[in-house]
């Protein structure tokens, strides 16, 4: 696995020098006219990766009806005949609405799948230069320096839950504040270092959710759908948190 990783990151950083041209020389109104930016710096990715790594029938790069206008986001990966195949699930840009609006908390982000459970996975903010690793069974690394989430607050907890429903029926339960970064990778991230304390997505896409739902399991996190199951390939919702809380509030919505 360590090698489709390694050609992951030198796409990702590659690829970065495009992204921050177009960051660095654009104003918001001009970086929101590139309406097809994430299909262009996909087919950027999906280059490197190709000249670095030779894929061959064991790996599938999705989705492929990709072109040069635009991503099809509703593409359902999980409808492929994938078995013992490796499927790279690319999110070129987490997220636009950040990007557009010149806010550096935006990541490119790759997880690779084998028979449907992650393996692999990064996230890289080309802006800061950032990069958080993991591979399946061996943690989730910040460069290189281990993430493990010791975080034991029960009080003023920091939370993203994306429903206002759902957080009017929690927040007496819950004795925090919301808190909304705009990248779900990002967010992830933040509850995987222990700067946030609950995520909570209702609906949620595998392109937005995987990198970091890997993370966050990797650093001692559970992370299931809202119904309680742990399938991250086929998850339409995420509910993560420590053990206790994570059990707490899923018997809550349930």
Request: charged residues 25%; proline residues 3%; neutral net charge.
């Amino acid at each position: 696995m360590q090698p489709r990783l390694n050609i992951a990151l030198k796409a990702c950083r590659l690829a970065s020098d495009l992204i921050l041209k177009i960051y660095k020389s654009k104003d918001q109104d001009d970086l929101r006219s590139y309406s097809n930016i994430g299909a262009l710096i996909y087919k950027h990715l999906i280059e490197i990766i190709n000249e670095s790594y030779p894929l061959g029938v064991d790996d599938f790069l999705g989705p492929t009806h990709i072109n040069s206008e635009s991503i099809d986001k509703k593409y359902n990966v999980t409808d492929l005949n994938i078995e013992d195949k490796f499927v790279w699930i690319i999110n070129p840009l987490d997220s636009y609405e950040n990007f557009y609006n010149k806010l550096p908390l935006f990541n490119t982000t790759i997880t690779i799948f084998r028979n449907s459970v992650a393996e692999a996975a990064l996230i890289y903010n080309p802006v800061e230069d950032t990069l958080i690793t993991s591979i399946k069974g061996e943690g989730a690394l910040f460069e290189n320096r281990k993430i493990r989430n010791r975080s034991k607050s029960q009080e003023k907890m920091l939370y993203v839950i994306d429903d206002k429903k759902i957080q009017y029926n929690l927040e007496n339960i819950i004795l925090g504040k919301p808190r909304f970064i705009g990248s779900k990778s990002t967010e992830l991230v933040y509850l995987a270092e222990g700067k946030l304390d609950l995520v909570i997505y209702p609906h949620v896409d595998i392109w937005d959710s995987a990198a970091g739902s890997m993370i966050c399991k990797e650093s001692g996190l559970i992370v299931t759908a809202l119904n309680g199951k742990d399938e991250m390939f086929k998850n339409k919702s995420i509910i993560s948190a420590k053990d206790w809380l994570h059990q707490k509030i899923l018997h809550e919505l349930n």
